[in-house]
Structures are given as structure tokens and as C-alpha cells.
């Protein structure tokens, strides 16, 4: 259970940068394209900027610090950084940053490395919606014809040879914490897969062709982030003056009120007078 605990609060850390309401012009790719690895494997995280060919840089968070590719746990080459004997303690989040003068960065993703004999390969990215997911159980050593079973949040979702398991059409329900054991080898770590919705394909016969350069692309982004924030500004502005206008509104009304509030005490006090006369 805390183990899934941790795995869900990483998950949730790692929406931040999915769900900041912008498109991501920085994406960060893994190779070999798996979550899981064992003690002493190489890696090799890519970064791919959209807006720059110089890509971005990849940065980590794990049980050791924050820090960058080039502060000592990888070889920083470019846009790449590549770690040739990956530890245990190498587990943690990884993402891109921008190289290209903005704040913007990837999604991150979730590496974990195994100082056991078994690991659950599996998407490294979030699945497509309608689209099948493959899981396969890898040990260390060769086993072979020994059954591999699959979990599921901690249950048992199936069991069969330690080749490949496909879950047909992935949906929302298939997101969570999953894990294979082998028997007599062991058990993997835990990794969460994720399902995205596919974006809608239709479009209004009178929308024109999205453009086609790379230049038109970046220019309709600017232009979109500019409408936005304009939008944000004029919202803005018509509160602060409908604030005002409230303010007002009701200082005019209380002045009002204190004005008949003097004249009835007034015209009180000179009947009470006429009426001793």
C-alpha cells in the first residue's frame, strides 16, 4: 500500500506538466523505450525541442538531489545524456527543459532501476486511448517456460508465459500500478501506465489545413498564447471595474439615505416647534 501510495503521489507530480493548459514544445524520449531497467544496463534520454534545434536539457529529481545530466550521473551530449551503468538509486523522475530562452519543459517520466532479477517492461509513455498495451516479464537470467503472473493495484490480472501480455483497446480503467513475478526468479518494481484520450480528428469543412511549416506553427502558438493572455488582462480590467462601480453605487445609496435619515429628524423637529407654538 505505500508503495502505491508513492507511486500515485509521483504520478500526480508528474501531471503538473501535463496539465498546464499549453501545448509542450519540449518532449523528452527514452531509449531503449521502457520504464524498467536492471543494475548496470546504459540509457539514453533525448530531448527534442520544437521550437529549437538545440533540443533541452534533461534534469532528474530522485532520492539523491535535483540536479542536471551534467553534474555526474550521465554524459551530457548535446540534447542527450547518456548513462552507461545505471544503480538502483539512479530511480527517480526525469524531464527536458528548454534551451531555447522560455520556461517551458516535457512531461517527466518515471525510471526505475531494479537491483532484483525481475523487471515488467512497458510503456514508458502514456497509452493512446483505443490502443492496445503491451506488458511483458523479463528476468535477469534466462527462465525459460517459467510462467510469469500480472498485477494490477496488487491484484492478480493473469498469468502465462514470459512473453508478451496485451491489453486489448486501453481505456481509464486500465491505468494503474502495475507488476510481474516469475517463479523461482522474483518480482518486478511497480510502474504506472497511464491512458491518454485521443485527440478528435474532426474538424469543420470550412477550418483551413493547419500550415505546414514549422515557422507558421510556432507563429499560430505565439499568437495564441498573445489572445490569451489579452483575454485573461480584459476579464481582468472588468472586474477591478465593476468593483468600482459597485463601491460607488453604494456610497451614492448610503448618502442618500443619511440625507432622508437628516431631513425626516429636521422636519420632525420643526413640527414638534410649530405644535408648541
Not at 154 to 168: A, E, Q, V
Amino acid at each position: 500500500m505505500k508503495e502505491a501510495a508513492a507511486q500515485r503521489l509521483i504520478f500526480l507530480i508528474s501531471l503538473l506538466f501535463w496539465t498546464s493548459g499549453q501545448v509542450l514544445p519540449v518532449r523528452l524520449t527514452v531509449s531503449p523505450s521502457r520504464s524498467q531497467f536492471f543494475r548496470g544496463e546504459s540509457v539514453t534520454l533525448i530531448c527534442e525541442d520544437e521550437n529549437s534545434s538545440d533540443g533541452g536539457t534533461v534534469r532528474r529529481n530522485t532520492t539523491r538531489k535535483l540536479s542536471e545530466c551534467k553534474d555526474g550521473w550521465g554524459e551530457a551530449d548535446g540534447s542527450s545524456c547518456n548513462m552507461t551503468y545505471i544503480m538502483p538509486d539512479d530511480t527517480g523522475l526525469y524531464w527536458c527543459e528548454s534551451m531555447s530562452g522560455s520556461s517551458s519543459s516535457s512531461s517527466s517520466i518515471q525510471l526505475s532501476v531494479s537491483g532484483g532479477s525481475v523487471i515488467l517492461q512497458s510503456p514508458v509513455l502514456p497509452v493512446m486511448e483505443g490502443d492496445d498495451v503491451t506488458l511483458s516479464c523479463r528476468a535477469k537470467s534466462p527462465a525459460h517456460n517459467l510462467p510469469a503472473a500480472f498485477y494490477k493495484d496488487g491484484s492478480f490480472i493473469g498469468d502465462g508465459p514470459s512473453g508478451p501480455m496485451t491489453l486489448l483497446h486501453g481505456s481509464s480503467s486500465d491505468e494503474g500500478l502495475y507488476k510481474c513475478s516469475i517463479s523461482g526468479q522474483g518480482e518486478s518494481p511497480s510502474s504506472w501506465i497511464s491512458v491518454e484520450e485521443k485527440p478528435s480528428t474532426t474538424s469543420s469543412p470550412s477550418t483551413p489545413p493547419p500550415p505546414s511549416s514549422s515557422s507558421s506553427s510556432s507563429s499560430s502558438q505565439f499568437l495564441l498564447y498573445g489572445l490569451s493572455s489579452l483575454s485573461a488582462g480584459f476579464v481582468l480590467v472588468l472586474l477591478v471595474l465593476l468593483v468600482l462601480l459597485v463601491k460607488r453605487h453604494i456610497k451614492r445609496k448610503s448618502k442618500a439615505l443619511r440625507r432622508r435619515c437628516f431631513t425626516a429628524v429636521l422636519y420632525a423637529t420643526r413640527t414638534e416647534e410649530e405644535e408648541k407654538l
